[in-house]
């Protein structure tokens, strides 16, 4: 029993020794991050306040439009996003305004002219090849 217990004792002291050994190694290699000039990786990248984006200035035909994302949320609104700018069912930005929002795509008017702009556009002409 008494060469357990020392043997434990030895045990312990060399373990403490390495480990303190170990962490004064260790210790001029702190790693420091410098946030100088980054963008906070927390803050979302699109939100509601950023609605206006310089996408929809300008905008004549529902050609240079671009339906980039949708989300489709029936209890809570669906949001669309166009030509960078974020907008809900009824908003208005420039020229365009959101009338109805689908799952696959948005009806819009543009200078009082209706338009409906699916987010993924079919290729017209080209045959499906496998």
Known sequence: MQKKRSFLWILWLAFGMILSCTSMLFAGDLVQYNPHGKRDPFTPLVTMTMREAPGLVGVETAEELTVEGIVYDLKKGSIVIINGSVLREGDELGAVKVLKIKSKGV????????????????????????
């Open 107 to 130: 009806l819009v008017t543009i200078n009082g002219v209706e338009a409906y702009k699916e987010m993924y556009q079919s290729e017209q002409g080209q045959e499906k090849t496998l």
